[in-house]
């Protein structure tokens, strides 16, 4: 288990597919995680490896993907399995907080969740 800071932010795909949130498209756009190369190998992980991702606010299984992500930090993009994780607090913007929560990243055999499902188990 690694502790990590987690961020959350738009990406092409997540964008391009963000109408239709119950299609595969969407579900491969928003349910991984991009690790540091250098935490990558610290976990032991393989290509198509799940993490579990776990912060004050929840937790969520995302698939791990190597990203250019400096050491300690992973990117989520922005959509349901980031909302499990993410500080809600808007501070009167409206906005929650989407950057810099504190939190736990460890490899799983745990199944990462459709969006159906990940929504249904709220």
Do not use: H
Not at 54 to 72: C, H, L, S, Y
Not at 101 to 114: A, I
Request: no cysteine.
């Amino acid at each position: 288990m690694l502790e990590v800071e987690v961020i959350s932010g738009r990406t092409l795909n997540q964008g391009a597919t963000v109408e239709e949130k119950l299609t595969e498209e969407y579900f491969n756009a928003v349910n991984y995680a991009e690790l540091n190369e250098e935490d990558w190998d610290t976990l032991g992980l393989q290509e198509g490896d799940r993490v579990k991702v776990k912060t004050e606010f929840g937790e969520v299984v995302v698939f791990a993907k190597k990203g250019n992500v400096p050491k300690g930090m992973i990117f989520i993009p922005m959509g349901p399995y980031a909302n499990m994780v993410i500080d809600p607090s808007t501070d009167g913007t409206g906005m929650p907080q989407f950057k810099g929560v504190k939190g736990t990243v460890e490899k799983t055999d745990d199944k990462v969740l459709s969006v159906k499902e990940l929504l249904e188990a709220i």
